[in-house]
């Protein structure tokens, strides 16, 4: 691992990144796999490792599903964290419907509290028996709860965009 110290201001940013062992792979074999830790969530990072391999075989890599056979390793490693709270609208129930013809609104639009779930999606390539990484992406974004479920395909997909680059930083989604 490496260090980048950044002054911004008055403000000092640590970011931690992987040391690129060598050049990435410009194909191959690939296996994609998902590393869970206590910050994982099962639901996104089944979405993100389906997405990955989806976006790997765009770059040119052969997806197999066996890791032992496989030249390379993706490491796809999610994590889901609560950051606070936002008022969001949220439109009330269905309107009660009276008889033939007469519909009541119930409620209208109402404001609520929704939890806010920063979403990050990392993905790290080694070769097989080798821990040394031949590249690395993230993507991050904070969305109400939800909605961070429904986008860790385009987390996927923005964490491999600029592949074969290498962006020591994560790149966000708004």
Known sequence: MFMTLTTLGSATLLALAPTIAAAP?????????????????????????????????????????????????????TSRTAVGTSVARTRGAAPAVMGSGVNIPLSGNRSSLVTMQRVMIEVRIHKRGDDAVLW?????????????????????????????????????IP
């Open 25 to 77: 792979p410009g194909g191959g074999t690939i296996a994609v796999v998902s590393t869970t830790d206590a910050e994982s969530d099962a639901a996104i990072s089944a979405v993100a490792r389906e997405a990955t391999m989806a976006a790997l075989g765009d770059k040119g890599f052969t997806i197999l599903d066996d890791s032992d056979h496989a030249a390379y390793i993706a490491d796809v490693r």
């Open 136 to 172: 690395h992406g993230a993507a991050v974004t904070v969305r109400p709860g939800p909605a961070a479920e429904r986008l860790a395909m385009q987390l996927s997909r923005a964490a491999l965009s600029a592949y074969p680059a290498v962006v020591e930083t994560a790149v966000s």
